[in-house]
């Protein structure tokens, strides 16, 4: 890659961040607007968005995000722009049920259970400190889906191939907490889709660019956290069923001509 296209796409991934940034500020204010028409307006609105939420998270990392890696072997700033758009309405999705700061406030359960709320407040900081620690090692160009020099295997990487996400179910699971509820529940189950299928489609990816260099990673680190036994469990199981279901060899059958009685 040339230093001027390189530059080029550079500026496409700010503009997309610019973009963004008002985009899903709007969308937080939006979302706040039915609270002022009472409950069943929020149980509606948090029900139509959250369906959206999974449909378009789907179709941006098992379909745009995916092409755009097998095609260019990178992250251009085309798709770049749809995932960082549904990462920040994930994060703005809480404005449905919860007051705008919620990110810096807690609820009065919370407040009334200590417990509950310092376990929350650790969840948030440890998850912040391993996300910006991660991406601060593996670097912001890396972690924004643009080719690494290596594949990084050091530091929080020995523990688990997805040290940011797994900082980030931290963090949103401390948020879980300090803003208890049933709908808060259905924000986890979101981040795992999400989370989830975003690792799939860089799993294909890491896959191509390092091979067999990174078939040996997975059977060490395990995908998120845990043992990597059972990730190299499942990966064996599926490499012996595709196995199965490939073609044999093309073997030629021989017929022996049938004699007849009056040949005998």
Same mark, same amino acid.
């Given at each position: 890659m040339n230093r001027k296209t390189n530059r080029r796409e550079v500026f496409g991934h700010i503009a997309g961040?610019?973009?963004?940034?008002?985009?899903v500020t709007t969308a937080a204010y939006l979302w706040q607007i039915? #609270? $002022?028409?009472?409950?069943? $307006?929020?149980?509606?609105?948090?029900?139509?968005?959250?369906?959206?939420?999974? $449909?378009?998270?789907?179709?941006?990392f098992r379909r745009i995000v995916r092409r755009d890696y097998k095609q260019n072997g990178k992250l251009t700033p085309g798709p770049?722009?749809? #995932?960082?758009?549904?990462?920040?309405l994930f994060f703005a999705f809480p404005c449905i049920y919860s007051p705008i700061d919620w990110a810096w406030s807690q609820s009065e359960i919370s407040r009334n259970i200590p417990a509950l709320g310092s376990i929350g407040w650790a969840c948030v900081s440890i998850g912040l400190v391993a996300v910006a620690g991660s991406m601060t090692w593996l670097g912001v160009s890396?972690?924004?889906? #643009?080719?690494?020099?290596?594949?990084?295997?050091?530091?929080?990487?020995?523990?688990?191939?997805?040290? #940011?996400?797994?900082?980030?179910?931290?963090?949103?699971?401390?948020?879980?907490?300090?803003?208890?509820?049933?709908?808060?529940?259905?924000?986890? $189950?979101?981040?795992?889709?999400?989370?989830?299928w975003m690792v799939l489609g860089e799993e294909e990816h890491l896959r191509d660019l390092?091979?067999?260099?990174?078939e040996q990673y997975c059977r060490r680190v395990p995908r998120y956290l845990g043992s990597a036994g059972r990730s190299q469990r499942i990966a064996a199981h599926k490499s012996v069923r595709q196995k199965k279901d490939a073609p044999g060899p093309n073997v030629t059958k021989f017929v022996l001509p049938r004699l007849s009685l009056k040949e005998v």
């Open positions: 961040l610019v973009i963004a940034v008002p985009a039915p #609270q $002022a028409w009472g409950r069943w $307006a929020v149980l509606l609105t948090y029900s139509i968005s959250i369906l959206l939420m999974f $449909a378009g998270a789907w179709i941006i770049f722009f749809p #995932q960082l758009l549904i990462w920040g890396a972690s924004f889906g #643009q080719k690494g020099k290596k594949l990084e295997r050091s530091g929080p990487y020995r523990l688990t191939r997805n040290p #940011q996400l797994t900082g980030g179910a931290l963090l949103v699971s401390g948020y879980a907490m300090l803003w208890p509820s049933w709908l808060a529940l259905g924000l986890l $189950a979101l981040f795992a889709a999400m989370a989830h390092y091979g067999d260099e990174f």
